[in-house]
């Protein structure tokens, strides 16, 4: 499996950016996909995630109808356009195959791509 983000970068609070997740060696299709991320010394932490049609989304708390997941499955491609961006969202974002319900998702497996950064600057 590989699953390789981009579309990270610095923005200021109150900002946007649109994450890319390219996904190879698994049946995207198959999955439901999720986007994690992760600050340093603390657990990976789960952002939101996507049923395998794209018509079932579901989202942590904290992102409060910000972020909008969504997915391409003739590309095997996920995407997370966030917006109004806050300095506490500063993290490495990762995706990857999803299992849960509701707002408890976790990682499929243990593959993980090498994530983006983002940075939002106060």
């Known amino acids: 499996v590989q699953l390789v983000e981009s579309g990270g970068g610095l923005v200021q609070a109150g900002g946007s950016l649109r994450l890319s997740c390219a996904a190879s060696g698994l049946t995207f299709s198959g999955h439901a996909m999720g986007w994690f991320r992760q600050v340093p010394g603390k657990e990976r932490e789960f952002v939101a995630a996507?049923?395998?049609?794209?018509?079932?989304?579901y989202y942590a708390d904290f992102v409060e109808g910000r972020f909008t997941i969504s997915r391409d499955n003739a590309k095997n491609t996920l995407y997370l356009q966030m917006n109004s961006l806050k300095p506490e969202d500063t993290a490495v974002y990762y995706c990857?195959?999803?299992?849960?319900?509701?707002?408890?998702?976790?990682?499929?497996?243990?593959?993980w791509g090498q994530g983006t950064q983002v940075t939002v600057s106060s």
């Open positions: 990857n195959a999803a299992v849960g319900v509701a707002t408890v998702w976790g990682p499929h497996s243990d593959d």
């Open positions: 996507i049923s395998v049609s794209g018509a079932m989304t």
